[in-house]
């Protein structure tokens, strides 16, 4: 039988147990002491890494839970999953909400809670593939920056003891828009440290995430539809455990203004179709490799169930926003790879003033406001405030490839 967290770490993480198991016992105390009795709400709980964050947290024990997330069906299986598992304590007081944390409705319920300790937000647009054009880039923007102040300014309400809002290693040097969209995120949560404790954390592809290409896999031979994977883009990976861990870790034992990014080297890096590879073999199937996506979707379709081959296409990438490799930080961070075992930590981030960030909103809301505001006016507007933004745009986007 295949069992997906076996597989992860047999052939993707190579790790029998989660990297971060040392530092949280090192630090249990601490973590039991601002966690248990505690008041918690996760923005975006029922995806991957926010349910992952919150099975984290349970384990020390929290007095009440509320999550809120879009994805009605997504919460209905973290209340399942969170119930059906061995060791984890619900607690009495758990709410799960189908709502938009930019909704009224959260505001309202905000209010009425008078605030919570913790806060973690992990609402976000988190694909490369959310750039297709403008529609979707103003989409990213809205949500992961426009969106994400206005929750900064309800929090400051009743400030948390630890808040949490979770970027993405292509904040980094980013050369597209959703990690240029994380990096103004950064920019705008480092504003607010004046008002309440703020951490984030860069980090990894999670393996198998939800709608990531791997997880894309496992719907795929259900389907008896071929595999695609790129073969020339190399990338870190940390299991979905993993990915709650981090956030806990950064969020509780982080100082206020920090960033947190996992210890990960070079040649822990894996392509895709490496992957590919050994998903193929443990689904019991010897590759099959195809050059066009019309060969391998014609094979998997004439394939008997009793085939012992299986249908796979690899390329070289080509679309717009894919970053030929991972970074966690940039030249003049001030770095701390002694406190933990696994985490280093960017101790010292630039903080630009509340002004600054507002007058590029009020520059970029008033380019989604004309009717035919382009893509490459967004660009162009990002670039001035992040100077080192590399966009390169290829006119192809991954929803034009299998």
């Known amino acids: 039988m295949f069992v997906l967290s076996k597989f992860i770490g047999d052939s993707v993480t190579h790790r029998a147990s989660s990297m971060f198991e040392g530092d949280i016992q090192a630090n249990s105390a601490k973590l039991t002491e601002e966690i248990q009795g505690k008041s918690v709400c996760v923005i975006g709980g029922a995806g991957s890494i926010g349910s992952s964050y919150i099975k984290a947290v349970l384990r020390f024990k929290p007095a009440k839970l509320v999550v809120i997330d879009l994805n009605e069906n997504g919460l209905a299986e973290l209340t399942r999953d969170l119930r059906s598992t061995d060791g984890l304590v619900v607690p009495p007081e758990y709410r799960a909400y189908t709502l938009n944390f930019a909704d009224p409705i959260f505001a309202r319920i905000f209010r ?19 750039e297709k054009d403008k529609y979707s880039v103003q989409a990213l923007i809205e949500n992961n920056d426009i969106k994400a102040k206005k929750l900064m300014d309800l929090l400051a309400e009743y400030p948390p003891k630890h808040f949490f809002c979770v970027s993405t290693d292509k904040a980094a040097n980013p050369v597209n828009i959703m990690g240029a969209s994380k990096r103004i995120m950064e920019d705008l949560v480092m504003a607010y440290t004046t008002k309440f404790k703020v951490t984030t954390a860069r980090f990894a592809n999670v393996a198998f995430s939800n709608g990531s290409l791997p997880d894309g896999w496992m719907h795929r031979v259900q389907k008896k539809q071929p595999l695609a994977a790129p073969n020339d883009v190399k990338r870190y990976f940390v299991s979905p455990e993993e990915s709650g861990q981090i956030c806990m870790l950064a969020c509780i034992l982080g100082n206020n203004g920090e960033i947190f990014f996992p210890k990960l080297g070079e040649e822990q890096m894996l392509t895709f179709s490496a992957i590919c590879d050994e998903f193929v073999k443990s689904e019991g199937y010897t590759k099959r490799e195809f050059a066009t996506d019309d060969e391998a979707k014609k094979f998997a379709a004439d394939m008997p169930y009793e085939s012992k081959t299986y249908p796979v296409v690899y390329f070289k ?11 966690f930080y940039v030249p003049g961070e001030k770095l701390n790879m002694q406190r933990f075992n696994s985490l280093g ?31 490459s006016e967004v660009v162009d507007a990002i670039k001035r405030f992040i100077p080192n933004f590399e966009h390169e745009e290829k006119g192809k986007n991954l929803d034009q490839k299998m």
Not at 114 to 128: Q, R, T, W
Not at 317 to 327: L, M, N
């Open 112 to 130: 009425e809670e008078k605030g919570f300790d913790i806060v973690a937000n992990f609402s976000a647009h988190k694909h490369v593939r959310s």
């Open 317 to 327: 990438s080509d679309t717009t926003g894919e970053k030929a490799y991972e970074e």
């Open 345 to 375: 930590v960017i101790e010292e981030v630039k903080k630009r003033p509340l002004g600054e960030i507002e007058k590029f909103f009020d520059e970029i809301e008033a380019i989604f406001a004309r009717e035919n505001f382009t893509k």
